[in-house]
């Protein structure tokens, strides 16, 4: 009896599901582990990819393989698949409509494998796409039309590679608005198109890694990664030793230029560097709780200009950076702190810079935050009081007090005795007896610190 004919006779939904998950087991691959959605035939020795897929799996993992090149519709059986990885296999050929009715795929790693070039038809069709990971092969050319219709790309991996050239100017705001991620470091280009490059979308920009190429030393070169290196981007900042370039394109002559810049002081952007235009010293006093506007106006007259703004106590703040709700930064350059405190007092230095024309202008202006004047006035008027209450106390305490002579006779005090207190009734500190006062007053003591001693020989403790 078949399997659908064994489920239509038990009716019941447990038996129904048991008979789905009968149906799932038999098109596993025997090489395959599957477990719900998941596929894995990781290290299965398969030099091609099976063919009993089954169609609701959305991870499928085949690295570690011998898959050598992906064919026509390979994964057409699979619509609902958003996972693929290929690592460490054979692979050098994708063919036209590989990923054919596989649109919904948002991770793709390809990564460790034989590809050589990257045509633009590779990637067709997969606009849900989110990583593409092809780092550790053996890529020199990436095609121009690689990455179009890749609308919804975060992240892209070329690391490790042979790529001399790559078409920066196919990625713009309107085609790749979510991408922040573009690893080029380790490969073999040694000239940036620079007049691309700054067309890049400011979040590419930020993510693109460039370290560990054979760029030559020249002032475009360093035109590039000086005004990135302003902005204080991280792909620069955790990989300042791995950025070199070679003098006259010499490999033996290879030098680490953001930290050793003397090839570049006759570049106009290094000139700007060295002779900063910086305003006269500006000084704002406020109170603290009040909004204070710090401008930025300098000499640079250009309407395309950029700001950056640095303090001991903020760092550096940019339009991309501000993470606190009462700092802006508004297009002009102004800077706006709407509560100010006391520790916001400093220097505060806001660069000017002018991209197009390599000139660079800083503002200085120093802030001092005061406490608000009734609460100083208060301050002072108590510690003042203070003062004046401990003098008269002193002075009491100097004149008034009865002398201490020989033709002064005083009286003995009667003897008042001190009646037995019962613990149980009272809270003290003190254990309780009958003692003479006379006698008290003869063994004084500080009460927690040494214990008094009576003439029955008895000790007075402190109750815990």
Not at 211 to 217: A, G
Not at 291 to 306: A, G, I, Y
Request: hydrophobic share 35%; glycine share 4%; net charge negative.
């Amino acid at each position: 009896m078949s399997t659908n004919m064994t489920c239509g006779l038990y009716p019941g939904l447990f038996l129904l599901l048991l008979c789905l998950l009968h149906d799932s087991e038999e098109t596993c691959p025997s090489m395959c582990l599957c477990i719900s959605d998941t596929a894995s035939c990781s290290s299965g020795g398969l030099s091609r990819l099976p063919l009993s897929l089954p169609s609701f799996f959305v991870t499928l993992d085949l690295s570690h393989n011998h898959l050598s090149w992906l064919g026509p519709g390979s994964f057409q059986r699979m619509p609902r698949l958003e996972n693929l990885r290929l690592a460490h296999n054979q692979i050098s050929t994708v063919s036209h409509d590989a990923f054919r009715n596989a649109s919904g795929l948002r991770h793709l790693d390809l990564s460790s494998n034989k590809l050589r070039m990257i045509e633009q038809h590779y990637f067709q069709g997969l606009w849900r796409l989110e990583e593409l990971l092809l780092f550790n092969n053996r890529i020199a050319q990436v095609e121009a039309g690689t990455l179009n219709g890749l609308s919804s790309l975060k992240k892209a991996y070329f690391s490790f590679n042979q790529i001399t050239h790559f078409p920066f100017f196919s990625i713009q705001d309107h085609s790749h608005p979510f991408l922040t991620m573009l690893d080029l470091s380790s490969n073999r280009m040694s000239h940036l198109p620079w007049e691309d490059m700054k067309t890049l979308p400011g979040l590419v920009q930020r993510g693109l890694y460039l370290h560990n190429n054979s760029l030559i030393c020249d002032c475009s070169m360093y035109s590039v990664f000086w005004h990135w290196n302003l902005r204080g981007y991280d792909s620069l900042r955790d990989f300042t030793d791995e950025l070199t370039c070679f003098i006259y394109g010499e490999p033996r002559a290879a030098i680490r230029f953001l930290r050793y810049n003397r090839f570049f002081h006759n570049c106009t952007v290094e000139k700007a560097v060295l002779q900063p235009v910086t305003v006269l010293l500006s000084n704002v006093l406020v109170s603290e709780g009040e909004r204070v506007r710090l401008d930025c106006q300098t000499s640079l007259n250009s309407t395309d200009l950029s700001f950056t703004w640095f303090s001991h106590s903020k760092g550096y703040i940019t339009q991309s950076s501000i993470n606190d709700t009462l700092i802006s930064l508004f297009p002009n350059g102004t800077l706006e702190i709407e509560e100010t405190k006391v520790n916001d007092s400093g220097l505060y230095v806001c660069t000017a810079v002018d991209i197009k024309q390599a000139l660079n202008a800083t503002r200085e202006v120093n802030v001092t935050v005061l406490l608000p004047a009734a609460e100083s006035f208060n301050t002072g008027y108590t510690t003042l009081l203070g003062c004046v209450v401990t003098l008269v106390l002193i002075s009491m305490y100097l004149f008034l007090t009865p002398c201490r002579c020989n033709g002064c006779k005083q009286s003995n005090p009667a003897v008042i005795p001190i009646a037995t207190c019962d613990p149980s009734t009272l809270s003290s500190v003190f254990s309780c007896t009958t003692r003479d006062q006379s006698k008290i007053h003869t063994n004084k003591h500080v009460v927690f610190t040494e214990p008094m001693m009576m003439e029955e020989g008895t000790e007075w403790t402190s109750e815990s």
